[in-house]
C-alpha cells in the first residue's frame, strides 16, 4: 500500500495564478484533511471531508476550496495565489470508527508551495 | 476554542541524555491527545497516543501520561539517540464526529553524538 501520497511535491507560483493540489489515499479512509504548516505555528486545518461528496472549514478555509468526487482522492484548489499561501500542505485520512475521538491520522509526505 | 502549548524549541541534547518536552492545553471535554514525530523531509507520523486520563502511551521509548488534573501530556524519553532528531508535535482531537486535530507549535529537537 502506498498510504497517502501528494501531488505535486514541489510547486512555484505567481501571484494571482490557481492550482490544484491531489491528495490520495488507498486505505479505505473515509475522513480526510488538509493543513498548511507554517513556522512556528505548528499545523493548521484548512478543510476537512468526513466522506464522499461532502466538505467542510477548517480553522483557516479563506482562498481555498476542495473537493472529494471520490473516497480517495481530495482536492486542494487555490483559485487565485497570494504570498500569504507559501506554505508547506499536508494531506491526511483517517478511519471512521463510530464517533471516537481515537482514530489515528495519516499523513502524506507534504506539498512545498511558494507564491512570488 | 481548543488549543495546545509546546515549550519552546529548539532543543539540543547529547546522545543518552533524558528527554522532556512539555505540552499542555485547553478543552473542553476529554480530548484525545497525541504526540506526532516528523523526520527531516518527511510527513508526520504519529509517536503515541492517550484517550483518557491517566492513560500513558508509550513507543519506541517515548512516554507521555494523560494528566487531566494539570491538562498536560509532557513527552518523555530516557536515553535518547541521534535518530529521535526530529520535530514533534503535540495535538488533541476534538469531540466531533470528524476528530478534528489541534496541534501545538511544534519543538525542533536535535540530538548530538
Known amino acids: 500500500n502506498a498510504g497517502v501520497t501528494q501531488t505535486p511535491k514541489f510547486r512555484v507560483l505567481k501571484t494571482g495564478q490557481s492550482m490544484t493540489l491531489l491528495c490520495a489515499q488507498d486505505m479505505n479512509h473515509e475522513y480526510m484533511y488538509w493543513y498548511r504548516q507554517d513556522p512556528g505555528m505548528g499545523l493548521r486545518l484548512i478543510h476537512y471531508s468526513v466522506g464522499e461528496g461532502t466538505t467542510a472549514k477548517g480553522e483557516v478555509p479563506d482562498g481555498y476550496n476542495v473537493s472529494r468526487l471520490k473516497k480517495q482522492n481530495f482536492l486542494l484548489g487555490l483559485e487565485s495565489a497570494a504570498p500569504s499561501q507559501t506554505s508547506v500542505y499536508f494531506c491526511a485520512s483517517s478511519p471512521h470508527s463510530g464517533g471516537t475521538s481515537t482514530d489515528t491520522q495519516y499523513f502524506g509526505p507534504g506539498t512545498r508551495l511558494t507564491v512570488l | ?113
Open chain 2, 1 to 113: 476554542g481548543n488549543s495546545v502549548t509546546q515549550m519552546e524549541g529548539p532543543v539540543t541534547l547529547s546522545e543518552e541524555a533524558f528527554l522532556t518536552i512539555n505540552c499542555t492545553y485547553t478543552a473542553t471535554g476529554y480530548p484525545s491527545l497525541f504526540w506526532y514525530v516528523q523526520y527531516p523531509g518527511e510527513g508526520l507520523q504519529l509517536l503515541l497516543k492517550a484517550t483518557k486520563a491517566d492513560d500513558k502511551g508509550s513507543n519506541k521509548g517515548f512516554e507521555a501520561t494523560y494528566r487531566k488534573e494539570t491538562t498536560s501530556f509532557h513527552l518523555e524519553k530516557g536515553s535518547v539517540q541521534v535518530s529521535d532528531s526530529a520535530v514533534y508535535f503535540c495535538a488533541l482531537s476534538d469531540q466531533t464526529g470528524a476528530q478534528k486535530l489541534v496541534f501545538g507549535q511544534g519543538t525542533r529537537l536535535t540530538i548530538n553524538p
